[in-house]
């Protein structure tokens, strides 16, 4: 096993590049559930960006909030500025495991481990996040809506670093995130979304019900036109083309997807004049 230990982003980059095979970490919280195996292997190699300076920042501008990638979620739910106008951030970050995972867990490092449960990603797309990208050839801005091409792929070439997470300064009238698990802390995500409306529409997104979290762009239109909802039945026929839940060890398709209409049923029915009767049981 090797570890490379860059101690600046050009140092880093330089290292992403000579080494592509090298996997990035920062937190290291996602390795813990594979230690020892897949992780002091023969042959496997890392590149630890826990030491690279500039990575973990907030910084604030006029048109948007900048998280560098190293940033952790301990640090988001202890800023107050970000809670005031972010609230979804510190709700999701408060969701991700035990206090000991807060503080050592990065927000860049959910991002690129491409999780379809993260728990992260989902609130940071309802928000239009967008990626920055840095290479030793230069830096790009990816929606994070457009990051992943597939289970455990993403928009992200060998010699690149995620190194921030832009996310625009806009003023909401409705944001709302949940997730339902095993039990009510430190549980992996079996159904989870995430949903803002403000100036640019809506933003329906889910997680843990397709091979990537995901954007519902035909949620999405039934909510911008205002089509009558009686229930959590109703928005099931739009949820079909948006997600593919599957059977997995923590829960089945069909649970999936029944939970998913009625969590967002009842977490859509006040902000939505639309939306009518009671709608059965709650989720």
């Known amino acids: 096993m090797t570890i490379y230990l860059p101690r600046d982003l050009d140092e880093a980059l330089d290292l992403r590049a000579s080494h592509p095979e090298a996997t990035p970490i920062a937190g290291g919280t996602d390795l813990a559930v594979h230690w020892p195996q897949r992780v002091l292997?023969?042959?496997?190699?890392w590149l630890d960006l826990s030491g690279v300076e500039g990575l973990r920042t907030v910084e604030w501008t006029d048109r948007e909030l900048i998280l560098g990638a190293g940033t952790t979620y301990w640090d988001v739910i202890r800023d107050p500025t970000i809670?005031?106008?972010?609230?979804?951030?510190?709700?999701?970050?408060?969701q991700v495991g035990a206090v000991q995972i807060q503080a050592r867990?990065?927000?860049?490092?959910?991002?690129?481990?491409a999780s379809p449960a993260a728990d992260g990603v989902p609130v940071l797309m309802a928000y239009d996040a967008m990626l920055k990208l840095r290479s030793r050839e230069?830096?790009?801005?990816?929606?994070?809506?457009?990051?992943?091409?597939?289970?455990?792929?993403?928009?992200?070439?060998?010699d690149q670093l995620v190194t921030g997470i832009h996310v625009p300064r806009r003023t909401y009238d409705f944001e709302w995130f949940e997730k339902v698990g095993s039990r009510s802390a430190q549980a992996i995500t079996k159904v989870g979304a995430a949903v803002t409306h403000g100036?640019?529409?809506?933003?329906?997104?889910?997680?843990?019900v397709a091979p990537t979290v995901c954007r519902c762009p035909a949620l999405e239109s039934l909510l911008a036109e205002e089509r009558p909802v009686s229930g959590p039945a109703d928005l099931a026929p739009a949820l079909a083309e948006d997600v593919s839940p599957i059977d997995d060890i923590r829960s089945t398709a069909g649970y999936r997807s029944e939970v998913l209409a009625r969590l967002l049923y009842w977490g859509l029915r006040d902000a939505c004049p639309s939306f009518t009767g009671n709608g059965g049981a709650h989720a």
């Open 41 to 45: 292997e023969d042959g496997l190699a």
């Open 83 to 94: 809670g005031a106008e972010f609230p979804l951030l510190v709700r999701a970050a408060r």
């Open 105 to 113: 867990g990065t927000w860049g490092g959910n991002i690129v481990n």
């Open 138 to 158: 230069g830096s790009a801005l990816v929606p994070l809506s457009k990051f992943y091409l597939g289970y455990k792929q993403m928009r992200l070439a060998p």
């Open 199 to 208: 100036g640019a529409g809506w933003r329906v997104v889910a997680n843990s």
